[in-house]
């Protein structure tokens, strides 16, 4: 596709179950990063991928929270044991080798009851 | 790690005011970049600064790089309704990592 693409668009959850959270990053992009947005809030940085380097894990808030990136492309964000603190818009971009431009995905809106 | 403060938070202007909103760091950025989130949106490249002092132009937006390259503005003239939305500078920080400035939300009376 033409952009960066994340499914679900829309999550609704009960607290302790897990979620997972798609991001297809646009075709060629070697790095991938996730994002929380929590309502009127900025954008947290959660983890970055770089071709096929260890991921940047610093944002991670938690253990509860993981992320792969599977053959350089789509990439999920596993959340363990939601919490309602978790609800969230979970935002993905990726960036091509040598540019600094970050595209963004429209996102995937967790809430968690 | 580096940190960027944006300011102000808010402001709503009535429509055909001019809007500018700010960025400050405490230590010297290799660049910056500008992005805009409508309402229920995403965040979308707006420009990206590198050099000491330099000033872009989009059209009604105006953005600059301070001489010290510690801080940024954008400024917008004569506002309209669509330019309503949260606008974010961002800043790297280590290895193609991006620090979002907590962003300000204009409003519009139109």
């Known amino acids: 596709g033409a952009g960066v693409s994340q499914s679900p668009s829309n999550k609704v959850t009960e607290k302790g179950k897990d979620v997972e959270l798609r991001c297809d990053p646009i075709?060629?992009?070697?790095?991938l990063y996730w994002y929380r947005q929590s309502l009127g809030q900025g954008l947290e940085f959660l983890i970055y991928?770089?071709?096929?380097?260890?991921?940047?894990k610093s944002g991670l808030p938690s253990d509860r929270f993981s992320a792969e990136r599977t053959g350089g492309s789509v990439s999920t964000l596993t959340i363990q044991r939601t919490q309602q603190e978790d609800s969230a818009v979970y935002l993905c971009?990726?960036?091509?080798?040598?540019?600094?431009?970050?595209?963004f995905g429209p996102g995937t809106r967790l809430l968690v009851l | 790690g580096q940190q960027v403060m944006q300011i102000p938070q808010y402001q709503h202007v009535q429509e055909g005011e001019d809007f500018t909103t700010y960025c400050n760091s405490s230590?010297?950025?290799?660049?910056i970049q500008w992005y805009k989130q409508r309402p229920g949106g995403h965040p979308v490249f707006l420009i990206q600064?590198?050099?000491?002092?330099e000033v872009k132009k989009q059209k009604r937006l105006t953005f600059q790089f301070g001489e010290a390259k510690k801080n940024s503005s954008l400024h917008i003239t004569a506002t309209q309704t669509t330019d309503v939305g949260t606008y974010f500078c961002?800043?790297?920080?280590?290895?193609?990592?991006?620090?979002f400035g907590q962003g300000t939300r204009l409003t519009i009376n139109p």
């Open positions: 971009a990726s960036r091509a080798a040598g540019q600094e431009t970050q595209y």
């Open positions: 075709s060629g992009h070697t790095a």
């Open positions: 991928f770089q071709g096929n380097s260890a991921p940047d």
């Open positions: 230590t010297t950025l290799s660049n």
């Open positions: 600064l590198v050099k000491s002092g």
């Open positions: 961002a800043v790297g920080q280590g290895a193609q990592k991006l620090v």
